[in-house]
């Protein structure tokens, strides 16, 4: 089953104890697609500037992304610079010019409208809103969103909550919608705003499903926990929840149906991805991985956390 | 098998999110052999003052936990007092009355002489070590440190390090230990100091156990992380990193062999009484738990983390 994703498309700069890259093709639609791409079709909304070209097209193409929905418009494509000079698991943002993002309005091609898988990457929640209602089709929608608009754009946020099947975000923008701090309460909390499930990233310590509509109980509910990969070397830790995210959901639509079993599967997978987006800068690790490798690790995961 | 433990036995004044009691029944000794004694029969080496009377010994009899080994002096026991009200996961530390401990010098009973599995909760390397040697026939020894050793005593903590089997100790403390800021090559540094096995405690995260002698390859070598328990409500997580080393090392000790598979269950059980710690205030849930309820939740534990 084919996935849209409606999300950034960017150039980033980025610096991390393993060195300096100048404009890495990035965007959270960007890693997102690329690494659902290992599991299903998918086609991305976006919009770029005159400098996306076609060394960055070929990236989309090398993977049978679609990129129908990538607008071209006079100006620069969105561009950050950051850094994880100091801690690894937070970006220090020196730069962020939207560019032509600034005036995104999503147009969504009508060879689109058929797909069934729904991504809502993390965008103004008013353009992730009108994205959801112009493809009612969608039967599994899932989404991102940030501690900005959080903060500063609640009600939008909370009109996106509930049309959610999936929230992915981490453990401090979860006590951040709920205004909770212990993480079971929050997810609770979260999920009464609409989402049926709430995966919460919890960086090198991997992710936590929550699912089911009670998680009362001293289970937590329905929870489920992936391990993240102990990896030597974290080269750039940029779009590794984007990551997480396209392994995921690919996974997800990949599958005749979405059991409890799936689902499982799915956060592994989403945890697997992440893993290899870290090996190197940008979404070059992501653009050449084989299917082997990323069974490989799979079965690394199973290793890690299984009793037997 | 029996466990010979040394390390603090001591009050404490604890406020929580969830209240403030004062003078628990505390020390690192206590949580460790209380969560030990649901698995083995374990006998503890400290030094208490005169405001140890009854009541505290009631504590350790009622799990029939040897204290032959609780030197009692004149003085007040070890006291500590901290809080955690903005953060559960970082005790602020109010007072440190070493009192009795300061001139700790840990007496071993005959009795204890047969123990084969030897556990040096985080006390000065110096005495560990004394420990140790003291206890040639100990066959498996796993021990704790803290900070202040790490950066004020090295050379005695390598000491100790060199005779160790099994090192339990933080993230933080693994990458000051190995001067290393990435935890797997943090791992490898700090088993080639001895550790034939190290457990690296990740909070509310669970732990990972790293184990055999070349973690190199990308599985992180023989890597096992066990999860933590998502809490509804952290009442008190002091203590809660020595239930993990007593659930732990208690299981290991119960086995009959402590081969790979047995060490991953013994990484669960460890977590389980962790997560049993953070539920009431100082050793009270540890006082009180059935072997029905740790079962429950090593079920739970495996729910938590396995695909199928």
Redesign the interface.
């Known amino acids: 089953m084919s996935i849209t994703v409606v999300g950034s498309v960017a150039f980033d700069t980025i610096e991390t ?1 393993a060195g300096r890259m100048e404009r890495c093709l990035g965007g959270a639609a960007t890693y997102f697609s690329l690494a659902a791409s290992y599991f299903t079709d998918v086609r991305v909304i976006a919009v770029v500037g005159e400098d996306f070209g076609a060394k960055e097209q070929a990236v989309f193409d090398a993977h049978s992304i679609s990129t129908a929905g990538i607008e071209h418009t006079a100006g620069k494509s969105f561009f950050w610079e950051g850094s994880y000079l100091d801690n ?1 698991n937070e970006a220090k943002t020196h730069i962020t010019d939207l560019n032509v993002f600034a005036s995104f309005s999503p147009k969504i091609p009508s060879a689109y409208r058929d797909s069934e898988f729904l991504f809502l990457a993390n965008i103004d929640p008013v353009l992730q809103r009108r994205v959801r209602e112009a493809m009612p089709q969608a039967r599994l929608v899932a989404g991102d969103t940030m501690n900005y608009w959080i903060k500063d754009h609640r009600p939008a946020l909370l009109e996106v909550l509930k049309g959610l099947d999936i929230l992915l975000i981490n453990d401090t923008e979860t006590k951040m919608i709920a205004g909770n ?5 929050a ?1 609770r909390v979260v999920m009464s705003m609409g989402p049926k499930a709430l995966v919460v990233k ?1 960086g ?3 992710a ?1 499903l929550f699912h089911g509509a009670t998680p ?1 109980d ?3 509910g329905r ?3 992936a ?1 993240a ?6 080269v750039d830790p940029t779009g590794a929840g984007d990551s997480f995210a396209g392994g995921f959901f690919g996974y997800l639509a990949s599958q005749p149906e979405q059991s409890p ?1 799936v689902f ?2 799915a956060m ?1 997978y989403g945890s697997v991805m992440g893993s290899f987006a870290c090996e190197r800068f940008g979404t070059e690790r992501l653009q050449q991985i084989t299917r082997q490798e990323i069974d490989n ?1 799979f079965n ?1 995961f ?7």
Not at 181 to 185: H, I
């Open positions: 104890p690894l701090n212990n993480l079971v309460q997810a919890h090198e310590y991997g936590t009362k001293e289970s937590a929870a489920f926990r391990p990969m102990p990896l030597e070397e974290v079993a499982r599967r592994f690790r690394i199973r290793e890690l956390t299984h009793l037997a």
